[in-house]
């Protein structure tokens, strides 16, 4: 019998180079026809917008890699109304109060909360979860035990220390001002912001104010913000892409030395901080005594989680402030008139760091009403926050949108929406006065923080760090912005979950306020 195997073709060198190409070609005929199918006659085919950004994610991968995301999409809600798809799976919304409850809110007993992408939140360093990452029970389970290092009790606890370090950014500015130095605001609020947190976390201060020996780990993560969009744009090309930058990321050995040299940076700090006993509580001493300390085997929240916790808040909590401050100082600048109110009120109800309590602070309608115009103007997260809709039923401000669908509340174009906010283009904190030409505004729709159960669990903190850095720099100082700032918002950013990474400095002429004379900066620095 013979075993001589017949085969149908030759497997020559011309004819492997033949079906190889075969093969390419019909997938990408498949893969062609299988989006246009998507764009033209899926589920999410009747919501308005371009309809090659309903074929391919190509648009929004060069929004990502050019820092062009906020202003494309801004643009596109102005042509397309409130509700535009910006890639084939994905529809960004302009945000009503209805609006924001109904991706992010509270929602009823067993209907899912819709769930965080995780191709937008890529996986922690270490792998564990922080706030952010966590899926449902490991959120409730780490915020149960964190929210108590930001409760109002907690910071009163830390009032003393958030005012050393605001007579500290007095020092800053009074060195430029000595040395006739022009001075980059938005820097000089990220040292505050860093140097603030990073003493609530690890007991310990970056001294960016002081000597800035840790600048660089910060513009570290500032470049990390950048190099993760073009990750995040190079994995959703498509799946080849994909698998070749999960391979790149988790072998080529530069990259993996940088990161854990990133990361060693935060966890050495935690290992630091959990060896000692401050003389002071912290964030750290809340966790620890709600939840138990890190190092015990039933530790609520355990030395991992707290490392990426950690390094959350040394991102979260400080360029997202500087930003809301950065922006509050351009909008002042540009408009003479709302700073004159504001040093009004402030130098008039206040005259030293030592009146700046918590109280004191939240009595300055002024200066409450210019923090909200300025978070509106140009918020410290404008691209919104992605969810995935985690059932059929789920329904956004009467929309029906299918599951596994990604969904958010554009926050720029919300809050530049004239139908949502009267004369939406212009800096007006009368807007939160009470005045009647603004009666119709949706105020309810400004969420800088968002909404839900996975609203920003140092909102409290972030409100008072900017009342109190903005007061500290009012009362010293008169500030006049640099012609090469004029158009300063206006700038390709590059946006995470948590932070905007800008590219332009935003540069002033400090000038110390006639009424402080140098003597009075430096005692009411102390």
């Known amino acids: 019998?013979?075993?001589?195997?017949?085969?149908?073709?030759?497997?020559?060198?011309?004819?492997?180079?033949?079906?190889?190409?075969?093969?390419?070609?019909?997938y990408l005929v498949s893969s062609v026809g299988s989006k246009a199918y998507r764009a033209f006659f899926g589920p999410l085919s009747k919501y308005p917008g371009p309809k090659f950004r309903a074929f391919s994610e190509i648009p929004e991968c060069l929004d990502l890699v050019q820092g062009t995301e906020t202003q494309s999409l801004v643009a596109l809600h102005k042509r397309y109304g409130d509700v535009v798809r910006v890639s084939p799976n994905t529809l960004s919304f302009v945000g009503t109060a209805e609006t924001w409850n109904d991706i992010y809110g509270f929602k009823k007993t067993g209907i899912p909360e819709n769930h965080k992408d995780p191709e937008f939140y890529m996986k922690s360093f270490n792998g564990h979860f922080d706030l952010i990452r966590a899926p449902v029970p490991h959120h409730g389970r780490q915020r149960k035990v964190i929210s108590h290092g930001f409760s109002e009790r907690a910071l009163k606890e830390q009032e003393p220390l958030l005012k050393m370090y605001a007579a500290k950014l007095v020092e800053f500015f009074s060195r430029a001002v000595e040395n006739g130095e022009l001075v980059d605001i938005a820097l000089a609020f990220n040292f505050a912001t860093f140097d603030i947190m990073a003493d609530l976390t690890f007991a310990e201060s970056l001294h960016m104010l002081d000597t800035a020996e840790n600048e660089r780990w910060v513009r570290n993560i500032f470049g990390s913000i950048k190099f993760k969009n073009y990750i995040r744009a190079l994995r959703m090309f498509s799946i080849p892409t994909r698998l070749l930058v999960t391979e790149i990321t988790t072998r080529l050995p530069s990259l993996k030395k940088r990161a854990a040299a990133?990361?060693?940076?935060?966890?050495d700090r935690v290992s630091k901080r959990l060896a000692q006993e401050p003389d002071r509580p912290d964030i750290t001493t809340r966790i620890i005594e709600k939840g138990g300390h890190p190092l015990e085997p039933n530790a609520v929240v355990p030395l991992g989680e707290l490392q990426v916790v950690s390094a959350m808040f040394m991102l979260a909590g400080t360029e997202t402030t500087a930003t809301a401050l950065s922006g509050l100082t351009y909008y002042?600048?540009?408009n003479p008139e709302w700073m004159k109110k504001l040093k009004d009120e402030v130098r008039g109800s206040l005259k030293c760091i030592d009146d700046m309590n918590l109280i004191a602070l939240t009595?300055?309608?002024?200066?409450?009403?210019?923090l909200k115009e300025a978070l509106r103007m140009y918020p410290p997260t404008p691209n919104g926050t992605p969810r995935v809709a985690s059932w059929d039923g789920v329904t956004v401000a009467g929309h029906q949108v299918p599951k596994g669908t990604q969904m958010f509340v554009h926050q720029l174009a919300t809050y530049r929406a004239e139908h949502l906010f009267k004369h939406a283009e212009d800096f007006r904190p009368d807007r939160w006065l009470g005045v009647p030409e603004f009666a119709n505004d949706h105020k309810g729709a400004l969420e800088p923080w968002t909404v839900g159960p996975r609203t920003c669990v140092g909102k409290n903190l972030s409100w008072h760090e900017m009342r109190l850095l903005y007061a500290t720099v009012i009362v010293h100082f008169d500030i006049e912005l640099c012609a090469e700032s004029t158009n300063w918002p206006n700038q390709n950013v590059s946006t995470c979950?948590?932070?905007?990474?800008?590219t332009q400095t935003l540069t002033a002429t400090v000038i110390l306020h006639l009424g402080q004379t140098s003597a009075q900066v430096q005692t009411n620095a102390r």
């Open 1 to 26: 019998m013979s075993t001589e195997i017949h085969l149908p073709f030759v497997l020559t060198r011309e004819n492997i180079v033949v079906a190889s190409y075969t093969f390419i070609l019909l």
């Open 332 to 334: 002042l600048l540009k």
């Open 262 to 267: 990133h990361f060693k940076f935060t966890s």
């Open 363 to 370: 009595k300055l309608p002024i200066l409450e009403a210019c």
């Open 497 to 502: 979950a948590t932070a905007v990474n800008t």
